[in-house]
């Protein structure tokens, strides 16, 4: 498992993810980024990242992230920046649902996971 910072000094990190693949192609890349809007994230993506994963997401949702990759899982944990939760909460409670149930709906397992969801649905 490895976890790369999508703009690295020398290069973007599809680069250094098709260098890496082709000398272990097992290797399982999780893109760590501050950047979730960056133009060169899908690029990361088709390079052959396993998952994406904002830097600010706490460290359970991390762990959760690394796990799920390590068993063959893509997780894209990103586009959650700015006031995406802030939005989603306001939303949940307008609604009368409650974070679990709406994890439950979203077939989420944590909360950054939820908005990503929720964003690709157009809820946000």
Request: proline share 3%; hydrophobic share 50%; charged share 25%.
């Amino acid at each position: 498992m490895v976890l790369v910072d999508l703009r690295l000094p020398d290069m973007l990190a599809p680069e250094t993810i098709r260098g890496m693949l082709t000398v272990a192609p097992t290797v399982k890349v999780i893109i760590f980024t501050a950047y979730p809007e960056h133009a060169a994230l899908q690029a990361a993506l088709a390079a052959g990242a396993h998952g994406v994963v904002v830097k600010d997401t706490e460290r359970a949702d991390l762990v959760d992230a690394i796990r799920r990759v390590a068993v063959g899982e893509r997780v894209v944990f990103a586009d959650i920046g700015g006031d995406g939760g802030v939005v989603l909460n306001r939303k949940l409670r307008e609604h009368g649902l409650t974070r679990q149930r709406t994890m439950e709906k979203l077939g989420a397992h944590n909360r950054v996971e939820a908005v990503a969801r929720a964003n690709q649905l157009g809820i946000l």
